[in-house]
């Protein structure tokens, strides 16, 4: 494992029979103007849970319990050629939580359909490992960019 702590949690709702992801677009930041999960990077002496209960009421307005966090996996993010960029990232979905999403200074959130996610306007490697976390496999990812910081040179993953 290398790389800062971060985490990131995806909100689900119904909506019509089908199943809405929120995500938002990064207005300020590592990854601006990208379409990205709702989360950020642990503080010193939080745990990942305390740290998205934090991060999601910060960047949208929702308010989540710890309890209310149903744990997905891990993803591990490796740039070679900027190791400063590495990050280690615990993944949560959530479908208990209190408030609508509100815009804040780091994300603009919007509902997405799970089956139509903005790929063209995410990170390149999120096809990789979104969607099968949102359809609620378990697991472990291992994504090591290119040298252009953005295609996605491998990608591994286990249970
Ligand atoms: N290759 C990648 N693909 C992806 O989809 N998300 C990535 C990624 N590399 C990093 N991330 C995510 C993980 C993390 O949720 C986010 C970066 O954390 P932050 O939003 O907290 O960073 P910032 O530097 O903007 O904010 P601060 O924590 O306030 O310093 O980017």
């Known amino acids: ?11 689900l709702r119904a909506s019509d029979g089908a199943e809405e ?3 938002g677009l990064k207005k300020t930041g590592f990854g601006t103007g990208k379409i990205v999960g709702v989360g950020g990077h642990l503080e010193q002496g939080e745990s990942a849970a305390q740290a998205i209960c934090r991060e999601v009421a910060e960047e949208v307005g929702i308010t989540i319990l710890t309890e209310q966090l149903i744990p997905a996996g891990t993803v591990e993010f490796v740039f070679p050629a900027r190791p400063e960029w590495d990050m280690f990232t615990t993944v949560y979905l959530c479908r208990d939580y209190v408030g609508k999403a509100v815009e804040s200074e780091e994300i603009l959130p919007h ?6 996610l903005p ?4 990170w390149a490697d999120a096809t990789h490992w979104v969607p099968a976390f949102l359809a609620g496999e378990h697991g472990t990812w291992r994504i090591v960019m290119n040298p252009d910081n953005e295609s996605v040179a491998s990608s591994t993953h286990s249970l």
Do not use: I, S
């Open 1 to 11: 494992m290398t790389g800062a702590q971060v985490t990131l949690c995806f909100l």
């Open 21 to 23: 992801v929120l995500l």
């Open 111 to 116: 509902w997405y359909p799970v089956q139509k």
């Open 119 to 122: 790929h063209d306007r995410m």
